[in-house]
Each structure stands twice: as C-alpha cells, then as structure tokens.
C-alpha cells in the first residue's frame, strides 16, 4: 500500500521545483521502467498493480490499486507501473561526432521524442539550454521509450559552448543551403530551435553553415515544421551521408 | 457573453460522438483560427477575450472572459480565442501522386503532426482506416497548425481502397530494402502504421515494396522511431529523389 507521504511526495515530482530539491524523478509504465532498471538508474520504490517485477527487491516493490496509481501518475490513462528512481549525477559531455544542440526547446513531447531520434541514430550527446524542458519532466520519460538511459544530455550555456567548441555548426532556417545537395561532414554541432522562435538571434551567429530543408507544397503557406520531425529529417540527411 | 447552452455544446464537442452529432468542431488559437477563415470552413461562432477579428461578422463573434475560455477550452493553457466551425462535406479522394495511408494512428499529436508534413512535402491526400483518430478532434486541429485546410483527408476501407487502386504500395519494417539506396517512385501509396504495432498483418499483404530505415545506434536497443518522425524521413526520401 502507498503512504499518504507517498502520495504526497510523488504528486510533488510532477514539478520540476521538487525533483530538484529530491533529486528524484518518475517513470511510467512497464517498457519504460524495465529500460531503466536495466540501465544505471537506481531505484527509489517501484508502485505497481500486477505481481509484476518480481527481480525488483521486495522492499522496494509497493502493491497499489488503480484508483491510487491514477492519484500519482501523470497520464490521463494511467499504465500499471510507476517508478520513481535517483536522479543520477550530470556525466561529462561525451566527445560524440555528432552533437545535437537544443536552443530552448519547451514541448515535453518534443525534447523525448527528440531523445529517442539520437537513440535510433546513434548521437550519443545532446546539450540543451538552460531554458530548455527538463529532461526529467515526465511527459519527456515518457515520450523517450526508453532512450532517456542511452543518450547523455547536459544543461550548458548554449552560446559558450559552442563558441569554445571549434566545430562546424549547423543550423536549419528557411533560407539557407539545400540540405539535400549539402555535403555534411561526420563531426559537428547540429543546433535545432525553439518550437515558435526558431533559433535564437544570439545562437544564429555561431552558426557556421545555413542549411534548409526545402519545402515541396504547392501553396507554400506552411510556416515551419515541427521541431521533432525537423531534427528527424537533419539526423536522417547527415547519417545518410555519413 | 457565451450562453450556457454554447458552454454545454463546446464541451460536448471535445468527444468525437458530439461532434459528429453536431456536424460541428472546434480550433483555438489565432493562427489556426484565421488559416481557417481563409480556407472554407464555415464559421458558426467565434469566442474571444480581445478585441480582434474585426472582419469576422459581428453576430457570430463573442466576447469571452478568460475564465469562460478556460471552461470550454481543450487546452491546459487557453490561448485568447476559440472558434466553431461547421464540420464540411468529404470531398471526394484527390487523384494524388503520392497518397499517405495511415493504418490505425491513435495519438491525436501523430495525426495532426503528420498532416504539417503532408502540408510541407505536398503530399496532397491522406487516407485513414477507420480506426484512426478523427481528425477533429481539437488536439489533431491543434497539432496541424492550420494545414487541415490544405490537405485532404477520407476515412476509408484502407485494405479495399488499397487493393484496387492499383497503384506501388510502400511500407516501412525492421527488414526491407535501405530507404537511402532504394529508387523511389514520383506516386504510389505510403503505409504508416500504428503507434504500438505497426502495419496491421492485413495491410501489410498489400505491400509491394518494403522499405527499412537503418538504424545507426551502436547499442541497437531502440525498438522503434515515434510514427510522426518515421513519417517526415520517408517523406523526405522520396520528395528528395522525385
């Protein structure tokens, strides 16, 4: 059974504010959960309505009905499971060919489903500004299946770190060179921006490489893409070529 | 000032069965509301908290409070304004080059994502099986940022409708030809597949061709790309090569 301290320490975690001060955060539902225990994060108490888990130590492992996993989770829908694990240490940013540089990207949605890209093509560094969604926001667990153990993100000072960092950097505008008919090199940093803004006018100037990717409408009235599906087709095009 | 009888309509068209009863559906937010002006959609009211389009007719526009906004809004964070729209006639399947089918896609931020795409590659006709999310569900009218206008879209029999079009049918697997190094044709039908199982076994009958989209994660534990990524590369794979 869930204590009422519990409750009250999980519903906490779906702020930010609180997974800091804790250095906790949750995860939701079966594959999710299994990916991480797998992984290096260590378990603080898994809440779960099946006899599932059965590798999970007895202590830790916290039978709960569906109408208390519905007061804890997230989800509208609530999955079985909920885990709520360490917060692990920030690792030093991995000397990866490819860097995926985040300019401030705020959707949850977007910065998991962006995580799980850079899994599936094997970027193994993502740097985010500060301003950037917390990877531990639940909707991005969620939205990562996973990829949250196999892709190391840092909270950096964008602007210094890519000045100090002496690589190619790219960036997609709506005027800027065909990515297709582009020769992209196998290192570099790849900056995608914010949702509304695009790349930020102070970003804009460390990029050494315009790229665009062209749009095939008809009527040409579509403003931009999505900023997931954006990084999908840049990740696509320079692991093409690589 | 909206009425009680107007509260208790917009809420019910949040579900799919109101709104079908209705032949009514709902979009918020500026851009989107105004992309739909300028298209077709008729108009039946259009709540706001500001002073602005001023062109709309004055019977038809209502002056909101936020407060009144946040009871009938579909978003977490309302925006300033909400329109209700007359849900229009299907037209009839446009004789495209490409034709986007889509087997079963639940999540209403995939569809309405994948419509932006469709919008940006021109790719001007996207079939659904029946069993795919409406496309009025006001997080598909939200997540398509206005492109609902420019693309067209049929609920359909998809194994039928496949069947005798007659036409190259393409498909994404874990195994199939590389994407990358594969001729790809200026028309034929692409098959996206469900979030959680993919290409239906019924559907999958119907390919001709089967494509894959290496995989480049040294780890290779990534099971599968979000649907609406999937879709953008091979978007872009065959726009490149058209």
């Known amino acids: 059974m869930i204590s009422k301290n519990?409750?009250?320490?999980?519903?906490?975690?779906?702020?930010?504010?609180?997974?800091?001060?804790?250095?906790?955060?949750?995860?939701e539902g079966i594959k999710v959960i299994q990916e991480l225990l797998q992984s290096n994060f260590e378990l603080?108490?898994?809440?779960?309505?099946?006899?599932?888990?059965?590798k999970v130590?007895?202590?830790?492992?916290?039978?709960?009905?569906?109408?208390?996993?519905k007061k804890i989770s997230a989800l509208s829908t609530p999955n079985t499971c909920l885990a709520v694990f360490k917060i692990p240490a920030e690792k030093k940013i991995i000397d990866s060919d490819l860097i995926l540089a985040l300019d401030d990207i705020r959707d949850p949605g977007n910065l998991g489903t962006i995580l799980r890209l850079c899994d599936w093509f094997g970027i193994q560094q993502i740097i985010c500004s500060k301003e950037t969604v917390d990877?531990?926001?639940p909707k991005v667990v969620q939205a990562t299946m996973g990829s949250i153990a196999r892709v190391n993100v840092n909270y950096v000072d964008l602007k210094s770190f890519i000045t100090n960092a002496k690589l190619p950097v790219f960036g997609t505008f709506m005027n800027g060179e065909n990515i297709y008919q582009s020769a992209l090199p196998q290192n570099g940093i790849i900056i995608m921006g914010n949702?509304?803004?695009?790349?930020?006018?102070?970003?804009?100037?460390t990029v050494t490489s315009r790229l665009t990717i062209p749009r095939f409408g008809k009527l040409q009235k579509t403003e931009?893409?999505?900023?997931?599906?954006?990084?999908?087709?840049?990740?696509?095009?320079?692991?093409?070529k690589s």
Chains 1, 2 share one sequence.
């Open 57 to 69: 130590e007895f202590s830790k492992r916290i039978s709960i009905t569906e109408q208390e996993l």
């Open 195 to 205: 949702e509304a803004n695009g790349i930020s006018a102070e970003i804009e100037k």
């Open 44 to 54: 603080e108490y898994l809440f779960t309505t099946q006899n599932d888990f059965e």
């Open 6 to 27: 519990q409750i009250k320490l999980i519903t906490g975690l779906h702020q930010k504010k609180q997974r800091f001060a804790n250095q906790l955060f949750f995860a």
């Open 224 to 240: 931009s893409l999505n900023v997931a599906t954006a990084t999908a087709i840049v990740l696509s095009e320079f692991k093409r």
């Open 135 to 137: 990877i531990y926001n």
